[in-house]
């Protein structure tokens, strides 16, 4: 871990408060963390030196809802409570801990290769998530999916086990929250006990809140109060808290976000793929709240690229506002790489010495970053937000430690990750217990 790199003649995206970018510049890294950043170049003196010539260096994406997925494209066409009711939750139900580790695996190694550095990821079986983050290198905050006894899903006492067992290992990239699956499937002891476990275990929570007009409706009937009035009630929010989605907010649970300054996940494409509506993004952000973004699962986004995420957070707001004047491309940058980190208490997210050392390097030589007007931030920006995907990530860098390089691994053998991940989507398909579609549709 105590390895020098230099990345040199680089354009330096550093997101610092400056908004400083260094064309021609130089990034220089020591063990886990950010030794210089700068217009300057630097002698290598036995360092590592890699060449970043006509590419861009960029604080590492973070993808701040995120659930470990295996049933992508199963069931592909149902709203979203029928979708839980026969897909999600009983192929989660099915999920052992060696299916869990496969399809860690392949969902974190796509998120690698679109340049995320951290995620968010709530799911099950969090020893085996926690192993594949460890041999892929990825910083990954975890926590469980946890809903009333009934529902057959996890408990707090799993999620005391995963953060006791796991909270801090892998250098510290592992962190565990604790996990609240939603409302409809909580209740009010339920949700005052999630909040005192995370303050005895001095961790955060991590919840799906407002996420559909069903989940409001069903909150009223159950609670008779709104969603994020009752997590407001119970105590679930707060500075340690990320309540995920958030899309049909009202004015005064606006308010409740910004009187706990509550961090909110952003994750438009889940959203609109599901069919859940467009969430009050130019309010979060005028309440001054610290928003995000997220691709949420590839059950409900098929695509783990956060470049699209970016992009949909833009032109969503756009194209309903009728205001093209929203989600200006620095702007949204910014929400990928910065507000995630500063979310999940990472100290990253911007380069800048001191920090650390998590960013990617993106290819510029491609249609997508042509034409390119030298030595223009603007252009840079645009290209990133509007024109990249995530094919353009060549170098992924977390904690000092080059997991992907040219468009390889260093850490997984990826096709037997791809074959592996298929092998237990099969079995985990084998094993599931649906019910009838017509027995859970709510009338
Ligand atoms: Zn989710």
């Not at 999630?194 to 799906?208: F, K, M, P, Q």
């Not at 840079?380 to 430690?401: K, W």
Request: one cysteine or more; a negative charge; charged letters at 25%.
């Amino acid at each position: 871990m105590s390895e020098r790199i230099i990345l040199r003649n680089g354009t330096v995206v550093t997101l610092n408060d400056d908004d400083d970018v260094h064309f021609g510049g130089t990034v220089v890294i020591e063990g886990d963390r950010i030794a210089y950043v700068g217009p300057d170049d630097v002698p290598a003196d036995g360092a590592r030196v890699i060449d970043v010539t006509d590419r861009i260096v960029m604080p590492g994406l973070v993808d701040f809802h995120y659930h470990t997925a295996l049933g992508k494209g199963w069931s592909d066409h149902l709203p979203l409570w029928e979708y839980l009711q026969t897909c999600w939750y009983p192929m989660i139900r099915a999920l052992d801990e060696e299916s869990a580790y496969w399809a860690a695996l392949a969902s974190y190694s796509e998120s690698v290769k679109c340049g995320v550095t951290a995620v968010n990821d709530m799911y099950r079986q969090l020893g085996a998530l926690a192993d594949a983050a460890e041999r892929i290198g990825i910083r990954a905050v975890l926590s469980n999916d946890v809903a009333t006894d009934e529902h057959d899903l996890d408990t707090l006492a799993d999620n005391e086990r995963a953060f006791r067992e796991r909270n801090g290992s892998a250098d510290g990239r592992i962190k565990v929250l604790v996990g609240i699956e939603w409302l409809p499937l909580a209740s009010v002891e339920l949700l005052r006990d999630a909040r005192a476990l995370a303050n005895d275990l001095g961790t955060g929570i991590h919840i799906h809140l407002n996420e559909s007009l069903s989940e409001v409706e069903i909150s009223k009937e159950m609670f008779g109060r709104r969603p994020t009035e009752v997590a407001y009630d119970t105590g679930i929010l707060g500075p340690d808290c990320i309540a995920a989605h958030c899309v049909w907010l009202s004015d005064a649970e606006i308010a409740l976000m910004r009187e706990t300054r509550t961090h909110i996940s952003h994750n438009p494409s889940s959203n609109a793929k599901l069919g859940n509506g467009v969430a009050r993004l130019p309010e979060l952000l005028a309440a001054g709240l610290n928003v995000g973004l997220g691709h949420d699962a590839a059950e409900c986004n098929n695509s783990r690229d956060m470049f699209e995420v970016m992009k949909f957070a833009s032109l969503m707001h756009r194209a309903t506002r009728v205001d093209a004047s929203l989600g200006q491309a620095p702007d949204i940058l910014r929400m990928a790489c910065r507000n995630g980190n500063v979310g999940l208490g990472i100290d990253a997210g911007e380069l800048a010495a001191g920090k650390k050392a998590d960013m990617i390097v993106v290819d510029t030589r491609s249609q997508m970053f042509t034409p390119l007007m030298p030595e223009s931030k603007d252009h840079v920006y645009s290209h990133l937000v509007f024109a990249a995907n995530g094919s353009c990530v060549e170098t992924t860098i977390v904690d000092g430690r080059v997991i992907y390089e040219n468009r390889e691994f260093t850490t997984i053998d990826e096709g037997e990750v791809l074959r592996e991940a298929n092998r237990a989507f099969r079995e985990v398909i084998a094993r599931m217990d649906v019910p009838d579609l017509e027995s859970v549709r709510r009338s």
